[in-house]
């Protein structure tokens, strides 16, 4: 259930802390950082993304991103576009791009560049914005829904991370409280934990030399992998119980002081099949 809803000017948005702010104040761009401390202050207007590319073409493709998203998953997005307050950090909002309806998660529609694109680079960048509006709403999921400039569509799964939302809410009410006070902010130094993205999709990797290369091996490898293990199995069997070690044809076996046993190829060449004595 969405918390408080507000209906403000665009201007109003210096009166808390969107998601995309999130993103600047666990960053490490202390330009950035001291531009949104003085447009948080009224000291300077917003940054113009009008002449922004990359920003104009998200903003161009979130209908697309939306019914795309919509259409492959089978779920429906509500509240797009709705402004939120956290219920008690006052100065915690976020401009959501929509709620999935099923399960309540946040949804949030991106496009990105296809130059060097990974998964979990996109999670990464994006991690930050998640996070905090998913502790807005009191979600525990987002969806992050991706289409590349290269026409490809990836939707990611995001969960909720207790440990980096903490450290999220500990840089921003810093940076809010140099907000009041006039103090200079900086950078707050956090390294977040690595992203943990819960696997959605299938991937055909036909197209991929090195799966094909490392497939053959496996092929090529798996009986006698099989049969290497049965093996060892056996020749276990065969070490008395009182034994610490036991030596033939090439071959040791050593009883650790916990009772494991492991092998040690004793000869350079391949020991051969000598008949059993």
Known sequence: MLNETINQPVNSRRTFIGGSD???IMGQDEARLLRLWREKRGEVEPED??????????????????????????????????????PVNKWMGATLDGVVGASGAVYEAKFM??????????????????????????????????????????????????????????????????VETGETPYL?????????????????MTGSNAWAEFAGIYFQTRLPFFEHEAAKSELKKLVPEDAKEAIGHGLRAKRSKSGAISFDVLETVEAGYAAVQ
């Open 49 to 86: 993304l009008s002449g922004n590319l990359i920003v104009q073409l998200g903003s161009a493709t979130e209908d697309l991103n939306r019914r795309w998203f919509e259409t492959n998953t089978g779920l429906n997005v509500k509240h797009v576009q709705r402004h939120v307050r956290h």
């Open 188 to 204: 707050f130094g956090v390294e977040a934990p690595r992203p943990r993205i819960e696997a959605v999709r299938s991937v055909d």
């Open 113 to 178: 560049l296809p130059w060097s694109f990974s998964e979990e680079g996109a999670a990464e960048k994006h991690m930050a914005q998640l996070q905090h509006n998913m502790w807005v709403i009191n979600a525990r999921q987002a969806s992050l829904s991706i289409i590349t400039g290269g026409g490809k569509w990836v939707h990611l799964i995001i969960n909720a991370d207790p440990l980096y939302q903490h450290l999220l809410m500990t840089a921003e009410r810093k940076f809010w409280r140099c």
């Open 22 to 24: 999130a993103r600047i």
